[in-house]
C-alpha cells in the first residue's frame, strides 16, 4: 500500500513563508515509478482545488493564484515533493494534500499502478 505523509503546516502572519513536504512510501514492495506529483488544498466547505504540479521531468504547472508565489519541486531520490509557499494570503488558508500516480512491484513481483488517495493533510493557516 502506497502512503503519503505530508508535514511543513503551521501558522503564519501574512506575507510570511512556508515550505511543504511530502513523503511517498509503501507498507511492502518497491516503488518502480513516480509520475506527475500534486499539491491540492481543501479550505471548509469547498471542493480540492489544484495548486500545483510536477511531472517527472521536473515540468511545472501553477494554479493562477499562486503563481509567483509558490515553488513546486521535488526529490525523485528520496520520493519527495515540496511546496515553497512565499507571500502567504489569508485566502491560501486551507488543508493541503500531495497526490501522485504510481507504480509498485509488490512482493511476489507483480507492477501495479495506481493514483495514491488522500493523504491527513497539513494545515496552513495565514492569520494575523
Known amino acids: 500500500q502506497v502512503r503519503l505523509v505530508e508535514s511543513g503546516g503551521g501558522l503564519v502572519q501574512p506575507g510570511g513563508s512556508l515550505r511543504l513536504s511530502c513523503l511517498v512510501s509503501?507498507?511492502?514492495?518497491?516503488?518502480?515509478?513516480?509520475?506527475?506529483m500534486d499539491w491540492f488544498r481543501q479550505s471548509p466547505g469547498k471542493e480540492h482545488e489544484l495548486v500545483a504540479s510536477?511531472?517527472?521531468?521536473?515540468?511545472?504547472n501553477y494554479a493562477e493564484s499562486v503563481k509567483g508565489r509558490f515553488t513546486i519541486s521535488r526529490d525523485n531520490a528520496k520520493n519527495t515533493v515540496y511546496l515553497q509557499m512565499d507571500n502567504l494570503k489569508p485566502d491560501d488558508t486551507a488543508v493541503y494534500y500531495c497526490?501522485?500516480?504510481?507504480?509498485?512491484?509488490?512482493?511476489?513481483?507483480?507492477?501495479?499502478?495506481?493514483?495514491?488517495?488522500w493523504g491527513q493533510g497539513t494545515q496552513v493557516t495565514v492569520s494575523s
Open positions: 497526490r501522485t500516480d504510481y507504480i509498485v512491484q509488490s512482493m511476489s513481483g507483480t507492477l501495479v499502478a495506481g493514483r495514491t488517495s
Open positions: 509503501v507498507t511492502s514492495g518497491t516503488i518502480q515509478r513516480i509520475d506527475t
Open positions: 510536477i511531472t517527472s521531468s521536473g515540468s511545472t
